[in-house]
Structures are given as structure tokens and as C-alpha cells.
């Protein structure tokens, strides 16, 4: 019997992102950046003060950059996934883009070695100018995914309003009322509880 696929988001559900890299930005141009302050990271102007081409060559600049590699994985993470993978099918759907698929395998390997079945990069995160962004709810229905957890409200919104269940870990930029599906978790032991319970 096939196990049941679970979608797993990377930035700020596995991998600190953005802590380390408003530290990164800060230190490189200049920013004042608090992460807790950070209610719209995708708002390009307004938080980092430049434009969206701009902005992804800074993204990429700290993707290839030794600091990537030092961002500790979220609490509770790395225990987490070690615990579902023995009963499901985890697969990374990312918003990343696909030119950061070296250091970002490279850095699963170094925290969650072997875990994950499969890598989606959807290229909606700071991707090159000339790439085609792909929804996170065509790739769930594509591997087959009965949930997805993901930090963006707006990939949560997408995703739950396909038919597939959503777990959100709270984060600055998420607050508000979530849409009906999604599932608002404080932490991972919350998330796992939830996964044991309805999944």
C-alpha cells in the first residue's frame, strides 16, 4: 500500500529563512530589517526598498552564499519530519526557484538527510524575470498530496480552496482569519498531532 503524500513547504517551515536573511540583507545593504516586523515579505518596495528583479538577485545572492548554509531548521523541525516520513510520503513544494535546487538539496541533506521523496520548485519566490511561476495547487494535485503545510497565507488560501487541507504555522506575515481548510499550528508538535489525528 502507497503511502499518503504530504507537501511540505521549505522557507520558514523547515529552514529558518527569514531571520538569516534579513540579517544577510541588513549587513549587505544597509536595512534595518526586524523579523518580527516582517507582515508583507513579498512586498518588495515597501520592506526591502527596491524592485522585484532587484530583489531576486539578492535572494539568489544569499541562496549561493556560505551564510545559506548556517540558517538552522525551525524548531521542532527536524524531529517532525523524521517521525512522519515512517508513515508518509513527504515531498518538498517550494516556492523557491528551480536555480536554487543545489543548495537547497544540499541543505536538506545536511538536516533532514533522506526524508523527503520528492523536490517541487514552483519559481514564485524571487525567480529569474523569464520564468513561469507554477501554482502550489496544480503541484498538490499533481503528486497526489492529501495536505500541504505552508507559512504563506496566500499559498495556504490556494491550496485549501483546491479541496486539500492546509496546516499554517504561525509567523508575522500570516495573521488575520484563515480561510476555511487552512489550520492555523503554534508549533510542530501541534502540527504532528493534528497530522496523527485527521491525516
Known sequence: MSKKVIAVDF???????????????????????????LT??????VVYGCDKE?????????YHSPDHMLVPPVSGAVEAIKFLSETYSLQIVTSRPETTRSPTLKWLDNHFPKLF?????????????DTKPKAKSEVCREIGAVL????????AQDVAESGIPVLLPDR?????????????KHSWEEMTSWIRENV
Open 148 to 155: 500541504l503545510i505552508d507559512d504563506a497565507m496566500k499559498h
Open 172 to 184: 508575522p506575515w500570516n495573521q488575520g482569519i484563515e480561510p476555511g481548510g487552512v489550520h492555523r
Open 11 to 37: 522557507d520558514d517551515v523547515l529552514m529558518h529563512f527569514n531571520t538569516s536573511f534579513l540579517t544577510f540583507h541588513n549587513r549587505l545593504f544597509g536595512t534595518n530589517l526586524i523579523y518580527e516586523n
Open 40 to 45: 508583507r515579505y513579498d512586498d518588495w518596495e
Open 54 to 62: 532587484t530583489m531576486a538577485k539578492r535572494a539568489k545572492h544569499f
Open 117 to 129: 521523496h520528492d523536490f517541487h520548485f514552483t519559481n514564485i519566490y524571487a525567480g529569474a524575470i
